[in-house]
């Protein structure tokens, strides 16, 4: 997974959808949340986000979500959607 990926390719998708997508799976947003941060924590599911005031993108890595960060609810965070539907698919309940 240390493929560099574009910060500005569009298979990049908000946070939120990734949540609702998961919550989909598992009609809980606690659990959908869990899962994902572990996800993130351990470097399947690649994450970036975007400086609001200038647009400007950076990766966001594992280390960011092993420090306690929580999942913010806010459209500047995204995910990986190839990573996305790996997870989702195995962890399809």
């Not at 598992?26 to 924590?41: P, S």
């Not at 005031?53 to 979500?65: I, L």
């Not at 965070?77 to 698919?89: A, E, H, I, N, S």
Request: net charge positive; with cysteine; hydrophobic share 45%.
């Amino acid at each position: 997974m240390s493929k560099r990926i574009p910060l500005d390719d569009p298979r990049w998708v908000p946070m939120k959808e990734a949540l609702k997508a998961r919550v989909r799976q598992t009609g809980d947003m606690g659990i959908a949340v869990l899962d994902l941060a572990h996800a993130m924590r351990n470097g399947a599911l690649r994450s970036m986000r975007r400086d609001l005031a200038t647009g400007a993108g950076e990766r966001v890595k594992p280390a960011f979500w092993r420090h306690g960060h929580v999942i913010p609810d806010t459209g500047c965070y995204f995910v990986w959607k190839p990573d996305l539907d790996v997870l989702l698919r195995a962890l399809k309940r």
